[in-house]
Structure formats: structure tokens, C-alpha cells
């Protein structure tokens, strides 16, 4: 759909807008869309944590069951998306989030009749194109999976993502840079997801760096657009060991998600690339331009162009510690190699600065 007909279709509609909280006015979202919502069938969800939580969720379903709307409206960054979606999907089973995370999730033929338009106003989490979102509950992250969660419609603006300072300009740019990799190696990967995933990080390595230090139009139309090809690789492929350590750096230290990937990313592209079929792996150093046996220091040294930090101030114990009682098990698993437990300290004492 393109952005007349998006813009056609808003009109005398009953709208649940979820959007960021200063960044829709700040990208200049708010703008260009008041002349198409009408004020008086339209409400707002906002104000709730970036990452989502369950208790804004809960909010967010009572909020969409008394307005009943025709259309959900999202646009914002991965955070706003996945909050819409789930509100969206739960609003519209009687299965509750709580319960929907304790096993009770057999909805299989579930048609949502409400549409869900996504705007995305960042380039990383590509969470418009997935069936998955985001939940936290007690500070331990989940993934809720049901093709039900998909947008309806995307529309991608990159006017929106102008606005992004440099620093989330790198985090958001490196979400998808590793979405792209780790969907390309995954256990998961089809022809049609390696075919995303190419792109995407081609996209990523020729435009990213201008991105973040320049902000012209182009590298962040075209990141913008890496973002939503990364989305759609792993909606397919699902992310892999570099995601599964991220989540506990997250919530552990308030590590931007793109930031807390990239401080494993470094190790795990090597310890991959010496343990993946010669052919997988010569194959993905062609892709990122790696010569030799230089992955690890491909990896530094492309965070470290933008200006990311990906070192963790705490002892390679206690990040062993966390790692080896919170990572993403499921994640993990469609690592393309092995990697259990006795890797795990290595991998500590790599991405520790004590």
C-alpha cells in the first residue's frame, strides 16, 4: 500500500494511534498525519516503557476493548510495533498475556478483523514485518510467535527517520546488521530468508557509517529499508546466539538492544565462522568483505567505526553468571555451531572490561 492509499484509508475511522512519546512529535509524524486523523474518533496509547512490558500491555488490551476501533495505528520504533501488535492480538482472544506465556496458546485459526497499519520511524528491529513480539515480564523477556501478529499493512517513510541522533542511529542500524547476519546463518535459513538477509546487510555495510556521521537522506532511506528486509529474514530464519546472550545485557545494564548485540557479536562471528562448513563460511566472509582470519576484528572494528561501545564494566564471573542463567535457550538453539555452556565464560571474559 502506498502512502496516499494509507492516508485514504485513515479517514472516518475509528483509530487506536500507539505511538512513541516525544519521538512522534520529534520525527515529525505527528505533523503529517494530524490533517488525516479525526480527533474525535481517534485515541492515543503512549507514555509505556521502550521495552515492552506486561503491565502496559494490559492497559493497552482494556484501552482497545472500550474504544473498539476499525484500524490500529502504529508508528513508532520495535518497541511501539511490538506493543501494537500484542495489543491487538490480545484485545482480540480471550486468552490473557500472562496465561498465553504460561503454555495456554492454541489460537491457531485466529483472523484478527481489526487492521494493523505499521509506520515504522526507526531503521533496526524490522519489527513491522514479523509475526513475533516483544514482551517482558519481570524484567525476563519472552517472545510471543502467532502469524495473527503480522501488520496488515507497512508503510516506510524514511522522512520519519530523520530525526534519529547518531547514537540511535548506530543502535537501531546495528539491530538489523546482526538480524541480517544471524538470519543468514541460522538453522532456520531457506533460500528466501538468505535472500533478505544478503540484502539487508549489503545494504547495512554500504550505508550505516553515513548514516550514523552524516544523516543524508539516502543512507537512511536505505536503512530504513535494510531494516524491514532484516525483518522479513527473520520472520522466516529467527535471530540466533548473539540475540540469546542480549536480552539479560538489557535488562542487567540498560544496554540499547542493537548496543547489547553487538557486545557479543565480535567472538560469536569468529567462533561461527572456524566452526561452520567451509563453504557456509566462505560464503558469509564474502558477504561482509573479511579477508583471512580477520572476523573478530571485522566485527570490532565496524561497531567501533560507529561510535558504540561493546564492552560490559563487571567481572567475566558475574557475566558467566548471567549468561549461564538467562540466556535465550531457544535462541541459542538455532545457532549454526554448538555453543553450551563451557563457551559461555569465554565468551564472558571477551565482552568484559574487569
Not at 507497512?154 to 530525526?163: D, I
Amino acid at each position: 500500500m502506498n502512502e496516499q492509499q494509507l492516508l485514504e484509508n485513515l479517514k472516518n475511522k475509528r483509530i487506536l494511534l500507539v505511538r512513541g512519546n516525544k519521538s512522534f512529535t520529534e520525527c515529525g509524524a505527528e505533523a503529517w498525519l494530524t490533517p488525516y486523523l479525526n480527533v474525535e474518533t481517534t485515541e492515543q496509547f503512549f507514555g509505556f516503557y521502550k521495552n515492552p512490558d506486561l503491565k502496559d500491555l494490559h492497559q493497552g488490551i482494556r484501552f482497545f476493548r472500550d474504544f473498539k476501533p476499525d484500524l490500529v495505528l502504529a508508528v513508532g520504533g520495535g518497541s511501539v510495533m511490538d506493543m501494537a501488535k500484542a495489543i491487538r492480538f490480545f484485545g482480540s482472544i480471550t486468552i490473557s498475556p500472562d496465561d498465553w506465556l504460561d503454555g495456554q496458546n492454541d489460537t491457531t485459526h485466529l483472523n484478527p478483523e481489526v487492521p494493523l497499519y505499521a509506520i515504522p520511524t526507526t531503521s533496526g528491529a524490522g519489527a513491522e514485518a514479523t509475526h513475533f513480539a516483544v514482551l517482558y515480564r519481570d524484567n525476563k523477556k519472552y517472545s510471543v510467535a502467532h502469524p495473527a501478529l503480522k501488520s496488515t499493512e507497512v508503510l516506510l517513510k524514511p522522512e520519519l527517520t530523520m530525526s534519529m541522533n547518531a547514537f540511535q542511529a548506530a543502535v537501531s542500524g546495528l539491530d538489523a546488521f546482526f538480524q541480517g547476519v544471524e538470519s543468514w546463518w541460522s538453522r532456520n535459513a531457506t533460500k528466501e530468508s538468505r535472500a533478505y538477509s544478503e540484502e539487508a546487510v549489503k545494504l547495512v555495510l554500504n550505508n550505516l557509517p553515513n548514516s550514523v556521521h552524516h544523516a543524508d537522506f539516502s543512507s537512511r532511506e536505505a536503512m530504513q529499508n535494510a531494516a524491514f528486509l532484516a525483518g522479513k529474514a527473520i520472520d522466516i530464519a529467527k535471530t540466533t546466539s548473539c540475540h540469546a546472550f542480549s536480552y539479560i545485557l538489557t535488562t542487567e545494564f540498560g544496554l540499547p538492544h542493537g548496543q547489547a548485540v553487538a557486545v557479543t557479536f565480535p567472538f560469536i562471528l569468529d567462533y561461527n565462522l572456524r566452526q561452520m562448513k567451509p563453504e557456509d563460511a566462505e560464503k558469509l566472509k564474502a558477504l561482509l568483505g573479511i579477508s583471512g582470519s580477520s572476523a573478530r576484528k571485522f566485527g570490532e572494528s565496524f561497531i567501533e567505526s560507529l561510535n558504540i561501545d561493546y564492552k560490559i564494566p563487571v567481572s567475566s564471573e558475574k557475566l558467566n553468571h548471567l549468561f549461564t542463567n538467562n540466556v535465550n535457550v531457544e535462541r541459542l538453539k538455532n545457532n549454526p555451531v554448538e555453543m553450551n555452556q563451557s563457551v559461555f565464560m569465554d565468551i564472558a571474559e571477551y565482552c568484559t572490561t574487569i
